[in-house]
């Protein structure tokens, strides 16, 4: 997908959406996957990745003056456990995350989403969390939801739609309304 050229100036002044959804344990492997952190993460294994393979071949082509490998099997073995664990947390950790997070009964629970022009609110049996738009510093659409970062810090607090609880034909009023009240808008 590519982002919309079309970017509503304004939002409109009696837009209130409310979606009741049940969370599917699918839903944290994406919210997982959208965060920033998770983008950094998997470069950096890529990188560590990359790393590994020219250390490899270098220890198969590389020799000393004596015809032995430039690296031996000791000095491989660190390296390629490493790259494993890196490739392991990068790739592994959203569907892994997802299923751990799917285990507290409170990730179960069903929510009530409220966009307003106040800004958008998560309730439910457990509680409530809810951010005016002010603070939300990017937002960002997939097939498969809606994500609206706040920053907290180092990290970013996601607050996220699922797109099945959003009916068809309210999809194109919600994105409208969240791109005129975020500023950094993209869709992946």
Do not use: C
């Not at 839903?27 to 920033?36: Q, T």
């Not at 020219?54 to 004596?66: C, E, H, S, Y």
């Amino acid at each position: 997908m590519t982002p919309d050229d079309h970017r509503p100036n304004t939002a409109s002044a009696t837009f209130a959406a409310t979606y009741d959804f049940a969370p599917a344990q699918s839903d944290y492997a994406d919210l997982l996957r959208s965060m920033p952190q998770m983008r950094i993460l998997k470069a950096l294994a890529w990188v560590m990745l990359a790393l590994l393979a020219v250390a490899v071949l270098m220890g198969f082509f590389l020799v000393t003056d004596d015809g032995q490998p430039a690296l031996d099997a000791p000095t491989l073995l660190p390296l390629i456990m490493v790259a494993a664990l890196a490739a392991l947390v990068a790739f592994g950790y959203a569907p892994f995350g997802g299923r751990a997070a799917w285990r507290k009964p409170a990730n179960r629970e069903p929510v009530h989403a409220v966009l307003d022009n106040e800004g958008f609110r998560h309730e439910g049996p457990s509680g409530s969390q809810s951010f005016t738009w002010s603070v939300a510093t990017r937002a960002l659409e997939t097939n498969q939801g809606y994500y609206v970062y706040v920053s907290n810090g180092l990290a970013s607090l996601v607050y996220w739609l699922p797109k099945r609880a959003v009916p068809l034909g309210d999809q194109a009023a919600v994105r409208a309304h969240i791109q005129a009240h975020v500023p950094r808008y993209q869709i992946r």
